[in-house]
């Protein structure tokens, strides 16, 4: 029975482990296929704690190039397990372009589509609102050529 | 009672090897033998947030290229017959990146028939340098066998390319990774420029010219590895295409984005705006230099 704990432990481990891939690799999968009619090329997987009372939410960071004369979707998935609710913003040094939620109006957006102009390196910040743990994944996709 | 710890060992075996996140794990890297290993150096996560994530993307120039109505050729891809005589990881990885861009140019026009060969091709380098278990070879051949699965064949195909880079950076062996990521943006630019003969556009020619901040971006990383002197060589060969992009002027007209919602969606639209200055003579130079550089890296 001593023997037995440890190794149950350890199984639990890392079945746990396998799990979580699995759950990751597929919510990623259906966050693509909920882009639309698009084509993937980059996923974004977070997974964040809870944020100190006021302090700033926890956020995950992404460089990114992108290319002039292309339209590219960025679409934003939460776990169901998770607390918070993710939210994907772009930006262009310290320029805020775009975000899937909308403070002054309240409004979510599974995602929005960004006409790029300016080849240049961009940064996608994923967090969850109010600083609420969570995991999520954002997602990139072609959309078409302007 | 040992009947079911033996039971439970044998389960907790299984489910540790067909384990995708690979993060706990020894590097399975480590058993190969090239000095390559050797050279990859751990990257603080505040400066893995400052690295490009998408340097290259093994289907977005070959987007471009069918978007701008431009037909099939199979003079753009790299033969598959050469794939063993590739022994290194320094091979086996950069060759990959290679496979991996030209699979991304097949799925777009839909061929088929030749997938097969390139997503044998990857199986095999993939598995090389123990990136095997990321590549769903048995789902994407039967995907490939039916042209009305294009769109999961495109996912499943980027998607494990994603995996294995991920993995590679997670588990300190960003060299490969950096090699994977030289290869698929050689082919890329050998595609656009090789494109460009043929049906010049303008286009076409930006892309080819802001290549300079990819370029600048890739040389960046393989800096870290220029110890090595296969990274110093490929570096050698990158220099010849940078000394070329150095005349190629990016400049910047600045505007204010724009929010457009209609009809429930939400589209920015950017109003800066670069405008790539690059003259034919320069087109000519970079076409050519890269035609000679992808042209040496295959025959390696």
């Given at each position: 029975?001593k023997?037995?704990?440890p190794i149950?432990?350890?199984?639990?481990?890392?079945l746990s482990?396998?799990?979580?891939?699995?759950d990751?690799?597929?919510l990623?999968?259906q966050?693509?296929?909920?882009a639309?009619?698009?084509m993937?090329?980059?996923?974004?997987?977070?997974?964040l704690?809870?944020g100190?009372p006021?302090?700033?939410?926890?956020?995950?960071?992404?460089?990114?190039?992108l290319?002039?004369?292309?339209?590219?979707?960025f679409s934003?998935?939460?776990?169901?397990?998770?607390?918070?609710?993710?939210?994907?913003?772009?930006f262009d040094m310290?320029t805020?372009?775009?975000s899937?939620f909308i403070?002054?109006?309240?409004?979510?957006?599974?995602f929005f589509?960004?006409?790029?102009?300016?080849?240049?390196?961009y940064?996608?910040?994923?967090?969850?609102k109010?600083?609420?743990?969570?995991e999520?994944?954002?997602?990139?996709s072609?959309?078409?050529?302007? | 009672?040992?009947?079911v710890?033996v039971y439970l060992?044998?389960?907790?075996?299984?489910?540790?090897?067909?384990?995708k996140s690979?993060g706990?794990?020894?590097d399975?890297g480590?058993e190969i033998p090239?000095s390559?290993?050797?050279?990859g150096?751990?990257i603080?996560?505040?400066?893995m947030?400052d690295?490009?994530?998408?340097?290259?993307?093994?289907?977005?120039m070959a987007?471009?290229?069918?978007?701008?109505g431009?037909p099939y050729?199979?003079?753009?891809?790299s033969?598959?017959d050469r794939?063993?005589?590739?022994?290194?990881?320094?091979q086996?990885?950069?060759n990959?990146?290679?496979?991996?861009?030209?699979?991304?140019y097949?799925n777009m026009?839909?061929?088929t028939?030749?997938v097969?060969?390139?997503?044998t091709?990857?199986k095999t380098?993939?598995?090389?340098i123990?990136v095997?278990?990321?590549?769903?070879?048995?789902?994407?051949?039967?995907?490939?066998?039916?042209?009305?699965?294009?769109?999961?064949?495109?996912y499943?195909?980027?998607?494990?390319?994603?995996?294995?880079?991920?993995?590679?950076?997670?588990?300190?062996?960003?060299n490969?990774?950096a090699l994977m990521?030289?290869?698929v943006?050689i082919?890329?630019?050998?595609?656009?420029t090789?494109v460009?003969?043929v049906?010049?556009?303008q286009?076409?020619?930006e892309?080819?010219g802001?290549?300079?901040?990819?370029l600048?971006?890739l040389?960046?990383?393989l800096?870290?590895?220029?110890?090595?002197?296969?990274?110093?060589?490929l570096?050698d060969?990158?220099?010849l295409?940078k000394?070329l992009?150095k005349?190629v002027n990016i400049?910047i007209?600045k505007?204010?984005p724009?929010?457009i919602?209609e009809n429930?969606m939400l589209?920015?639209?950017?109003h800066d705006?670069?405008i790539?200055e690059i003259s034919p003579?320069?087109?000519s130079?970079?076409?050519?230099?890269?035609?000679?550089?992808?042209n040496?890296?295959?025959?390696?």
């Amino acid at each position: 029975m001593k023997i037995f704990l440890p190794i149950l432990a350890l199984f639990t481990f890392a079945l746990s482990d396998l799990i979580q891939a699995q759950d990751v690799s597929q919510l990623t999968a259906q966050c693509a296929a909920n882009a639309g009619d698009v084509m993937y090329l980059k996923d974004f997987v977070v997974k964040l704690d809870q944020g100190t009372p006021g302090g700033a939410p926890p956020t995950a960071r992404f460089a990114l190039l992108l290319s002039k004369n292309v339209v590219y979707r960025f679409s934003i998935c939460s776990a169901p397990s998770s607390d918070g609710e993710a939210v994907l913003q772009l930006f262009d040094m310290n320029t805020l372009l775009g975000s899937t939620f909308i403070s002054a109006t309240g409004k979510d957006f599974p995602f929005f589509d960004f006409k790029c102009q300016k080849t240049g390196v961009y940064h996608v910040f994923i967090s969850f609102k109010e600083g609420k743990a969570g995991e999520g994944v954002g997602i990139m996709s072609y959309v078409k050529k302007l | 009672m040992p009947k079911v710890i033996v039971y439970l060992l044998i389960i907790l075996a299984v489910a540790a090897g067909s384990c995708k996140s690979g993060g706990q794990g020894k590097d399975a890297g480590s058993e190969i033998p090239d000095s390559v290993l050797n050279e990859g150096i751990e990257i603080s996560e505040d400066v893995m947030q400052d690295i490009v994530q998408n340097i290259s993307s093994p289907v977005e120039m070959a987007a471009m290229i069918k978007d701008l109505g431009v037909p099939y050729s199979n003079r753009y891809i790299s033969p598959t017959d050469r794939v063993g005589n590739l022994t290194t990881s320094y091979q086996q990885a950069l060759n990959l990146g290679i496979y991996a861009a030209d699979l991304g140019y097949l799925n777009m026009y839909n061929k088929t028939s030749a997938v097969i060969d390139y997503l044998t091709s990857i199986k095999t380098l993939s598995d090389a340098i123990k990136v095997g278990q990321f590549f769903d070879f048995t789902t994407l051949k039967r995907l490939a066998t039916n042209s009305k699965n294009l769109d999961s064949l495109m996912y499943i195909s980027v998607h494990s390319f994603n995996e294995m880079d991920k993995y590679l950076h997670s588990n300190n062996r960003t060299n490969l990774s950096a090699l994977m990521v030289t290869g698929v943006w050689i082919e890329g630019l050998y595609l656009g420029t090789q494109v460009y003969k043929v049906t010049p556009s303008q286009q076409l020619a930006e892309r080819i010219g802001e290549q300079k901040l990819t370029l600048d971006q890739l040389m960046l990383i393989l800096e870290n590895y220029k110890k090595d002197k296969q990274y110093a060589k490929l570096l050698d060969e990158l220099q010849l295409l940078k000394e070329l992009f150095k005349s190629v002027n990016i400049r910047i007209e600045k505007g204010e984005p724009e929010m457009i919602e209609e009809n429930g969606m939400l589209t920015i639209v950017q109003h800066d705006k670069s405008i790539v200055e690059i003259s034919p003579e320069q087109l000519s130079s970079i076409i050519a230099t890269t035609e000679q550089v992808r042209n040496r890296l295959i025959s390696l």
